[in-house]
T-cell receptor, first 113, second 113 residues
Framework: DSGVTQTPKHLITATGQRVTLRCSPRSGDLSVYWYQQSLDQGLQFLIQYYNGEERAKGNILERFSAQQFPDLHSELNLSSLELGDSALYFC????????????FGSGTRLTVV | EDKVVQSPLSLVVHEGDTVTLNCSYEVTNFRSLLWYKQEKKAPTFLFMLTSSGIEKKSGRLSSILDKKELFSILNITATQTGDSAVYLCAVPPHQNRDDKIIFGKGTRLHILP
């Protein structure tokens, strides 16, 4: 157990629907990162939050949004889902000043049918 | 544009062989280079390299960084079937910022018994 908790582990939903992925960072970590990993693709950075505020944004679609709550857990909302959104979504956390090392959660596998 | 390129993309060897995985990078402000191992789910941290020429070692795995030529290698000796995984190289692009990490697409290593 890495200490980063993601739920749900698997999610199957239809096109056009909306889903919410949840992440609880490791105790003491203030930064949360969301990554998307599709087949044959590397880990694509989506967005980072630090202590409740958006810190950095990657290639995140407008249909996707995220937030980090006062208790530091984060949610990634995916709406108007398309088949191409099927992927593994990872959350990672880190402590400030850690030098770039992440701890990853076990991911949520999203399948859009 | 900051980028990380890994080679080969895929590698199949027999148990007992030694393999070398390559990672080259271009980033604006280099801070560190990270290696991760991804089996079925979450990437797990292997090494963080910050200085040229200093080998990091963990069992049969070792890694070294060349900051002049902008690359790193990951060596695995006496490979075992349990080494089968995707190996990811990653670089945080900014100094003094706990920021997103850029990942390469990974090398998929398969060890035949």
């Amino acid at each position: 157990d890495s200490g980063v908790t993601q739920t749900p582990k698997h999610l199957i939903t239809a096109t056009g629907q909306r889903v919410t992925l949840r992440c609880s960072p490791r105790s003491g970590d203030l930064s949360v990162y969301w990554y998307q990993q599709s087949l044959d693709q590397g880990l694509q950075f989506l967005i980072q939050y630090y202590n409740g505020e958006e810190r950095a944004k990657g290639n995140i679609l407008e249909r996707f949004s995220a937030q980090q709550f006062p208790d530091l857990h984060s949610e990634l909302n995916l709406s108007s889902l398309e088949l191409g959104d099927s992927a593994l979504y990872f959350c990672a956390s880190s402590a400030l000043g850690q030098g770039g090392g992440y701890t990853f959660g076990s991911g949520t596998r999203l399948t859009v049918v | 544009e900051d980028k990380v390129v890994q080679s080969p993309l895929s590698l199949v060897v027999h148990e007992g062989d030694t393999v070398t995985l390559n990672c080259s990078y271009e980033v604006t402000n280099f801070r560190s280079l990270l290696w991760y191992k991804q089996e079925k789910k979450a990437p797990t941290f292997l090494f963080m390299l910050t200085s040229s020429g200093i080998e990091k070692k963990s069992g049969r795995l070792s890694s070294i960084l060349d900051k002049k030529e902008l690359f790193s290698i990951l060596n695995i000796t006496a490979t075992q079937t349990g080494d089968s995984a995707v190996y990811l190289c990653a670089v945080p692009p900014h100094q003094n910022r706990d920021d997103k990490i850029i990942f390469g697409k990974g090398t998929r290593l398969h060890i035949l018994p």
